[in-house]
């Protein structure tokens, strides 16, 4: 039996390895099949592997362990930050929402601290909000151009660090009266 197992897989594969062929119908159509139809199939020849997708890597942060664990160990709260900016929105990027939300995405290295926060400051006017996540979710933004930045705060307030701050738009669709019969 496990000698005739071999040999059944192979015999089943077999049709697996058949010629694919293409054709075109008087209606101008493309068809491709195992079996030629009519004169004017043609067949394909080794076919091209299939076409895959690898998502870009994102950047890894370096240090943030070992630098977590250096200020555990001198007994220093604030070993400072040294990366602080914004992911999403990008730079210039359009973000499209009909209610006006946006979703803010930061880079922190190290990881907040405990009793830090952070304070999303948008158009130059810090908004209200300790947030300790680095995803951050602003609601009601108005429609067109926006600056973004971020900053890092102590418990007390004093800010840490800021991030640079970049432009991004806000399309909110809009709803068209509808015209009235005169």
Not at 108 to 122: A, F, K, M, R, S
Not at 133 to 162: F, W
Request: proline share 10%; net charge neutral; charged share 25%.
């Amino acid at each position: 039996m496990h000698k005739l197992l071999p040999l059944l897989c192979l015999l089943f594969s077999l049709p697996l390895s058949a010629e694919i062929y293409k054709w075109v119908d008087e209606q101008g159509n493309v068809h491709y099949g195992d079996n030629p139809a009519g004169a004017g199939a043609k067949p394909m020849g080794k076919l091209p592997g299939l076409s895959t997708y690898a998502p870009p890597r994102l950047p890894e942060l370096d240090g943030t362990k070992d630098d977590a664990n250096a200020a555990q160990s001198t007994g220093d709260a604030h070993p400072g930050y040294k990366v602080l900016k914004i992911v999403s929105p990008e730079p210039e990027a359009t973000v499209r929402s009909a209610p006006g939300e946006v979703s803010v995405f930061v880079a922190l290295d190290p990881l907040l601290q405990e009793g830090d926060y952070l304070q999303v400051i948008l158009d130059g006017k810090p908004l209200p909000g300790k947030h300790t996540s680095t995803v951050i979710q602003l609601s009601n933004v108005d429609r067109g151009e926006h600056r973004i930045a971020v900053a890092v705060h102590d418990a007390g307030g004093k800010r840490l660090k800021q991030s640079e701050s970049h432009v991004f738009y806000l399309h909110r669709p809009i709803a068209k009266p509808k015209k009235t019969p005169k």
